[in-house]
């Protein structure tokens, strides 16, 4: 089960990370922020359920900073944009 759920993480990461690259999804959205929150979250659960100190210093941080940027999103008011 343990791999099941890290290729699910780091295919949540990956996911985010490649719409980025290819311009279907600005890092800064909400979409980006969620799959890196779920992904980078479910890894750094499996990384300390292993014991796996440095994989859980990377994606614990990774998940830290995605939730802190989500949070930010989520709490900045909403400014329309305008008509084109």
Request: overall charge neutral.
């Amino acid at each position: 089960m343990s791999e099941v759920m890290q290729v699910v993480g780091a295919l949540l990461i990956l996911a985010g990370f490649t719409a980025a690259q290819f311009g279907r999804l600005d890092p800064r959205s909400l979409p980006y922020l969620v799959v890196n929150v779920l992904g980078a979250g479910v890894l750094a659960v499996v990384a300390a359920v292993d014991g796996d100190w440095g994989f859980l210093l990377l994606e614990g941080v990774w998940t830290i900073v995605s939730a802190v940027s989500l949070f930010r999103l989520t709490r900045r008011p909403h400014t329309p944009r305008p008509a084109d």
